[in-house]
């Protein structure tokens, strides 16, 4: 699937489509091509949430700004993981050259499979919590001693944030191409302290080390 603007069709139907492909062949491959569950997990909830986004929004009778800005918002959060996960398919060996191009992505370049630098430093966690049962995670750098939201240098594609209720020993994790994150806890889970850790991921999402870890509790 190419198309001549770009190897990343613009229609919203089409990438929607594009990235089911993509996450089929991803999942029916995860072990042979040694992709992380967790962020074939993550792939599935963004195509089922941009897919029935856009599925409501193109339905007359439901078509309100309300299903207008809940389908931009899944198509922008859609784009912006594939955007970082694309690069970490193309320099994954363990996935022959015929596999990038059913998948419609851009043939590789002779130097696809050299080594990205890993980060080296780690960020720095603060949260917001919310009143619906929601915390903000925020990376940012230290600058002038003070955390910074804002990455000036680009050498980094976004962070891998990891969590837990506190008493629980399983953490579980997502990848944010974004510097902030918002996680949604149960109505069952208020009251309860959430442990979180950040790490800076490189273009192929391979993390650098963890941040100091934060607690929050869920209101």
Aim: proline share 6%; hydrophobic share 40%; charged share 20%.
């Amino acid at each position: 699937m190419t198309h001549s603007n770009g190897f990343v069709p613009r229609a919203d139907g089409e990438f929607i489509a594009w990235a089911r492909t993509i996450y089929n062949d991803c999942s029916q491959h995860a072990s042979e091509w040694v992709i992380p569950p967790d962020i074939i997990a993550q792939l599935s909830i963004l195509v089922d949430t941009a897919s029935l986004a856009f599925d409501v929004n193109s339905d007359k009778e439901r078509r309100n700004k309300a299903s207008v800005s809940a389908k931009n918002a899944a198509i922008v959060n859609l784009r912006r993981f594939l955007s970082a996960f694309v690069n970490t398919l193309e320099g994954n060996q363990s996935i022959p050259d015929e596999a990038i191009t059913s998948m419609g992505l851009r043939p590789r370049h002779p130097h696809a499979h050299l080594p990205i630098p890993v980060p080296t430093d780690a960020p720095v966690i603060t949260a917001i919590v919310g009143q619906h049962h929601d915390i903000t995670v925020y990376a940012s750098t230290l600058q002038h001693g003070h955390p910074t939201e804002y990455l000036k240098d680009g050498k980094y594609a976004g962070f891998l944030l990891q969590y837990k209720i506190e008493s629980e020993t399983q953490w579980q994790s997502v990848i944010s191409t974004k510097l902030h994150y918002t996680l949604i806890f149960t109505e069952a889970e208020e009251g309860k302290y959430i442990l979180m850790q950040g790490a800076w991921v490189n273009p192929r999402m391979q993390n650098g080390p963890w941040s100091e870890q934060v607690r929050e509790l869920v209101n």
